[in-house]
């Protein structure tokens, strides 16, 4: 159940700070945001980073939590990639 939660914390992380990157609004959005909601998509992103490193030390032990949180991290990264890449397909249809 930890390695659910860690996937979803930690690809929820990174789908946040891709969205904070003005780069990325115009694809996910259509325009870009206000710099304070950039702001605290970035701050979001990076507390459930650290949440999830937090929580998988706590349940794992500091040693190997810190690798499986990087892992999810690695997965997440790719699943934020995924979607900002069909993201930028759909909106090149319209």
Do not use: D
Not at 27 to 48: I, T, V
Not at 55 to 75: D, K
């Amino acid at each position: 159940m930890i390695h659910l939660a860690l996937l979803l914390l930690t690809a929820a992380s990174l789908a946040c700070l891709c969205a904070g990157i003005a780069r990325h609004q115009s694809a996910l959005f259509g325009r870009a945001l206000p710099a304070g909601q950039s702001r605290l998509l970035k701050r979001a992103g990076w507390a459930m980073l650290a949440i999830a490193a937090v929580l998988a030390c706590a349940v794992l032990g500091s040693g190997y939590g810190l690798v499986e949180a990087l892992g999810f991290a690695s997965l997440g990264g790719f699943a934020a990639m995924a979607l900002l890449a069909r993201a930028n397909r759909q909106r090149g249809r319209r």
